[in-house]
């Protein structure tokens, strides 16, 4: 019986591991992967202390530290369920283990939310690609096609610039929503176009993607595309949790200022949570914050000896 359970590696679950062993907590940080989606994040400019970074970089610096403490860490793991018993939680995994935490903090994150339009899944890493930074070099000197036109799109098409021939960015919007620095970076580039108000209806191809089809003011288009990275936003990986525990209608975990959800010993940080805004140092503070109410919430229930 662990004293915590903590749900993703991601800056919130590996602060919330820092700060559960601070705590002499007897921590099990479990994970599908280490530094989720912060991994993604090909420059980072606004991680205090680093004027830039790259995602990859961060996250090796922050398991280094983590390492530095006593956790144990259960890599490539995904939860498949979380069961409260009397006085614990049960999780299971996809390897068909089971742990047991007096709390858990579940800082599972958010996964792409995909298109669902033909040729997606045929052509899934076949020239249709969730990550500009992992896949982003793979497309040198090709036309590509970044879908979405928020921070996300933004991030992946100025990446994407250096590489491709031609970049085009295409929104259902008839503006651009991110980041105006981002914004202004993006339309200042030759080779990318933008096409607003546009609707990307099929993949196509032969073995690998060639073509997308798009509807822009009811008529339907061709553009040429080896690439399409797909940048619509994520959703909150919650799919494991006990069905008492209280989400949003964004389907992200309800949350107080002491990161208690609604379940007595289940806590939960960042951008799996209600909290409004998804950044690294908010996740990672949101994480500290839930070691520490799991921390006070375990010696009033007498769990642990003063
Ligand atoms: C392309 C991109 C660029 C970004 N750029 C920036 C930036 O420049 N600056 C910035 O501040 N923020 C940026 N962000 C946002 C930032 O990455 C997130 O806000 C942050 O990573 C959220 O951290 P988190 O720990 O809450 O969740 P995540 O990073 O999503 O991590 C979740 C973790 O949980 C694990 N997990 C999920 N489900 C399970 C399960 N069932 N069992 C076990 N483990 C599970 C995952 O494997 C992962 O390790 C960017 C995001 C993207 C996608």
Known sequence: MKDVLIIGAGPAGLSAGVYCARKMLDTLLISGDIGGQAMLSWEIENYLGYQLISGVELVERFRDHLENFKVELKESCKVTSLVRTEESFTATTNKGDEFSGRAVIVASGKVPIRLGIPGEDKYRGRGVAYCATCDGPLFRDKEVAVIGGGNAGLGATLQLAQFARGV???????????????????????????????????????????SIDLMHDNEKRTLPAQGVFVEIGSKPSTSFLPVQVELNDGGEIIIDANNETNTPGLFAAGDVTNVSEKQIIIAAGEGAKASLSAYNWLLKQEYLRR
Request: charged fraction near 25%; charge should be negative; glycine fraction near 4%.
């Open 168 to 210: 085009n960015l295409i929104t259902e919007e008839q503006y651009l929503r991110g980041d105006e620095v981002r914004q202004n970076r993006v339309l200042a580039l030759e080779a990318v176009d933008v096409f607003y108000s546009s609707r990307v209806t099929a993949i196509n191809g032969n073995t690998f993607v060639e």
